[in-house]
């Protein structure tokens, strides 16, 4: 890991700095896929699930019968689990449909905005490394309260050509219309420009590697929308002296174990901190199954001692992670004063993994410096929002004037035409 020791504000643009790809020939190689994948649909689907998935597939569509199958399986005590995230999931999400309100903003002229849920989305749901089947519940329960009215989900099938079961008994669980055994570029291709098995979707959701990531990007340059970039997990940790070292070593590990893209940063007022959580990182480090990834992406990842709160503050804001967990005395005071981050977790006793899980929070949230501008998934990014206006005669005559000077000072006659013609009566 680098470790910094109050480092000059000048050097924290160079710190902040997440692992990065060659990005033009990751570009020239996504968009070279979904070109073929856009000309020539399922074939073009299946061609390169062999390809990068190493499986052969005739199809891709998920049957009735694999998803009972999974729902037989799959051990009861997880079963359990995964209903209680849901429940979480459901109460903290149904809260956001706010009812319509109607302002009268002058007298006999009343405007409104309504919700609407899009009708076809796609959920990419990672699989590369780890079967995310959490992920689901974050895309797919926020979907059906927006009212979407079509689901579709693709994942990448394992070696023998399925998809977990976890992951099928939670998209049949939260109501997911139809689910493929397709990963990757591949997956954001068929669902942005659809094939003849996959749907055409208008929103594509969901995490996911450079690959996928890059292909979102691609895809939203020819109008398909998409969530957000929300790419390679990251983890802040704000500590100070009160932190509990086996607890920050716990929470950074619990994001490098992601992938070797991931990147974990710790922010401390204490330096002796430092020290203690390098040792506690190598005693978890040593037994955890994902050793090689999470090693890697310790790599990449920075502790910084800094001698005030006030820069430990500044940073984290600069750094804009997706996580922030704040261990400090203040956790609350100090929460408040940040305005860059996707997610926080406040006290000894908030670790991030919760939120992957349980709360009811969302875990799809903006990653590599993104939280400066957008936010996490949340019911809102499952629907428009139409507005509504009802003008009485009163209520046009009374704005009329208005209208009609900034119409012809634009120099735009037929705009204020439409409001003359209704009042010369
Ligand atoms: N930000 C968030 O909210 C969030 C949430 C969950 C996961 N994540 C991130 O999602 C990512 C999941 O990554 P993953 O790899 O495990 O799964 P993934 O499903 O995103 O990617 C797997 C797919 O990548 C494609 N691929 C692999 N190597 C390729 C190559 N050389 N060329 C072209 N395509 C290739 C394959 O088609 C494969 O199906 C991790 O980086 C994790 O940190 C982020
Ligand atoms: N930490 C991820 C978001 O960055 C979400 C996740 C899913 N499963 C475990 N973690
Ligand atoms: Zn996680």
């Keep these: 890991m680098n470790v910094y020791y109050q480092p000059n504000p000048s050097e924290w643009d160079e710190i902040i700095k997440r692992p990065t ?3 033009t020939a990751l570009k020239e190689k996504v968009s070279g896929v979904l070109q073929d994948i856009q000309a020539n649909g399922d074939q073009a689907v299946l061609k390169y699930t062999s390809l990068f998935d190493q499986v052969e597939l005739d199809n891709n569509v998920v049957t009735t019968s694999e998803i009972q199958e999974a729902v037989d399986s799959l051990p009861e005590e997880l079963k359990a689990a995964i209903q209680k995230a849901a429940a979480n999931i459901q109460k903290f999400h149904e809260v956001q449909l706010q009812p319509i ?5 002058m007298p006999g002229i009343v405007c409104w905005r309504k919700s609407v849920g899009i009708e076809k989305v796609g959920l990419y749901i990672p699989g590369g490394s780890a079967p995310l089947f959490s992920t689901i519940l974050m895309l797919a329960i926020p979907a059906k309260i927006a009212g979407c009215k079509e689901i579709i989900l693709c994942s990448p099938p394992n070696k023998s050509g399925k998809l977990h079961p976890a992951i099928l008994y939670a998209a049949n669980l939260v109501g997911v219309t139809k689910i493929f055994k397709v990963g990757g570029v591949q997956a954001i291709g068929a669902m942005a420009f659809g094939t003849e098995t996959i749907p055409k979707v208008s929103k594509i959701f969901g995490p996911g590697n450079q690959f996928v990531m890059c292909a979102k990007q691609l895809i939203q340059e020819a109008g398909v929308a998409i969530d957000m970039p929300a790419g390679p997990s990251e983890v802040c940790v704000l500590a100070d002296a009160t932190a509990v070292p086996s607890f920050v070593a716990a929470d950074l590990l619990s994001q490098a174990e992601h992938g070797p893209d991931s990147q974990v940063f710790l922010i401390s007022t204490d330096k ?3 020290d203690k959580v390098q040792t506690e990182i190598a005693k978890q480090l040593a037994v955890l199954p994902r050793k090689d990834l999470a090693e890697k992406s310790l790599n990449n990842s920075k502790l910084i001692y800094v001698d005030s709160i006030q820069d430990a503050i500044d940073l984290a804001n600069k750094y804009a992670p997706e996580h922030l967990i704040i261990s400090c005395e203040n956790a609350e005071n100090i929460g408040e004063q940040i305005i860059n981050a996707g997610s926080i977790f406040l006290g000894n006793y908030s ?10 929070t969302n875990h799809t949230l903006p990653t590599n410096g993104y939280a ?3 936010s996490g998934v949340s019911v809102d990014s499952f629907v ?7 003008l009485e005669t ?4 009374d704005i009329a004037s208005t209208v009609i000077a900034m119409a012809e000072a634009e120099g735009l006659q037929a705009h204020a035409n439409a409001v003359k013609v209704r009042i010369a009566k």
């Design 21 to 23: 790809l060659d990005t």
């Design 394 to 397: 009163k209520g046009l005559e």
């Design 372 to 374: 400066t501008a957008y």
């Design 101 to 105: 309100e109607k302002i009268e903003v």
């Design 384 to 390: 428009k929002k139409i507005t509504f206006q009802k």
């Design 351 to 360: 670790p991030e993994s919760v939120g992957d899980y349980a709360s009811g």
């Design 272 to 274: 002796a901190l430092l």
